[in-house]
């Protein structure tokens, strides 16, 4: 072969090569993509124990509810003899019905309704806000109103000066006194400092500022809108609060209208078998209670499905929120 087509052939032949190269690493790319093959044997042991150790232990948090369930809207006889373990037998809704038909529940669930939506859309503005000016350096003595509003974390006056107060601000019987008071919480306000100072950066208020904006300007056009995750996660813990508090009924309030529906629901629920003797009384006809059958303890896990379900139903919507807000505003970067 002549010195010419030895020299013609080299390039094809490294073309050659360099594309069986090329098709060399692109199948490595595509065979390790993915990482279980990647992975020892122990590894994947690891692996499979860890993912059927969590599969347990949603099993252990999901299954107390799932229990109360399905006993709720089982045959309560059949629920009394500890018969219902994981699935409903004899289905009826009859219980929750006759909860709801007890006197003032409609009414207490108005209330809860309107403390719970008030509550929290007071607790999250206060609280945002507060937050936003514990960061701004320009602010007046910033460090002694952050300071004093933490060390209301650690110090109460306790129960009888809180009454005492309430007293004085004539919040006793009032409707102010389920809002008022959870309007401003240090521990919100500690979560939106750390979220603002680790995710927003000073670059925007200043170039904000620069602009001709105001304190309101950035806090509601720059600031707030990118808070999404720590409100959220400011929401939930205030809803779940709102909702399930009665401890603030019993002790402030002595009005009818304006107790809620935990403390109604609680007061039934201590007097659970008087309350199914009611029912008893004032449901159907003697076929239909002999099939429902109502009973001390389907009174009380019809209440305690009635208080926990809202909460339940709302959570899963918001935990994509709650669980970025809680981690970025907890830990500053």
């Known amino acids: 072969m002549s010195a010419q087509a030895v020299s013609a052939a080299a390039p094809l032949a490294g073309k050659k090569t360099a594309r069986k190269g090329l098709f060399a690493a692109k199948a490595g790319r595509k065979s390790s993509r993915n ?60 219980n929750y019905r006759t909860i709801f038909e007890l006197p003032g529940i409609a009414h207490a669930t108005l209330v809860s309704v309107l403390r719970t939506v008030i509550g929290t859309v007071l607790c999250v503005a206060v609280s945002a806000f507060l937050g936003f000016m514990m960061t701004q350096v320009k602010m007046a003595h910033r460090q002694f109103v952050y300071r004093f509003f933490v060390a209301t974390m650690y110090v109460n ?21 389920y809002v008022i008071p959870g309007a401003v919480s240090a521990f919100n ?88 003797n009611i029912m008893a009384q004032s449901g159907g006809d003697a076929s239909s209670m002999a099939a429902t059958g109502v009973t001390a303890q389907s009174v009380k896990l019809t209440v305690t499905m009635v208080t926990v379900l809202p909460i339940f139903i709302v959570y899963p919507f918001m935990q994509k929120y709650f669980v970025k807000g809680i981690t970025i505003g907890a830990v500053k970067g």
């Open 157 to 177: 006056a306790g129960l009888i000066p809180g009454y005492l107060l309430f007293n004085y601000l004539g919040l006793l019987d009032n409707f102010l006194v």
């Open 35 to 94: 990482p279980m093959d990647q992975l020892s044997a122990g590894e994947k042991v690891f692996n499979v124990c860890n993912t059927i150790f969590m599969l347990f232990m949603a099993f252990i948090c999901f299954y107390p509810f799932w229990y109360i369930f399905v006993n709720t809207i089982s045959n309560n006889k059949m629920s009394a003899d500890g018969e219902i373990l994981f699935w409903p037998k004899g289905i009826h809704f009859d």
């Open 189 to 276: 306000i500690v979560l939106v400092k750390t979220y603002v100072e680790s995710s927003i950066p000073q670059s925007l208020q200043e170039a904000a500022e620069i602009d001709g904006a105001g304190t309101w300007t950035v806090f509601f056009k720059i600031a707030l809108p990118l808070m999404g995750p720590i409100l959220a996660t400011l929401a939930i813990f205030s809803a779940v609060g709102q909702w399930n508090s009665f401890m603030d009924t019993v002790l402030y309030v002595t009005d009818d209208k304006l107790q809620t529906l935990q403390y109604v629901l609680y007061r039934y629920l201590s007097q659970a078998q008087a309350m199914a």
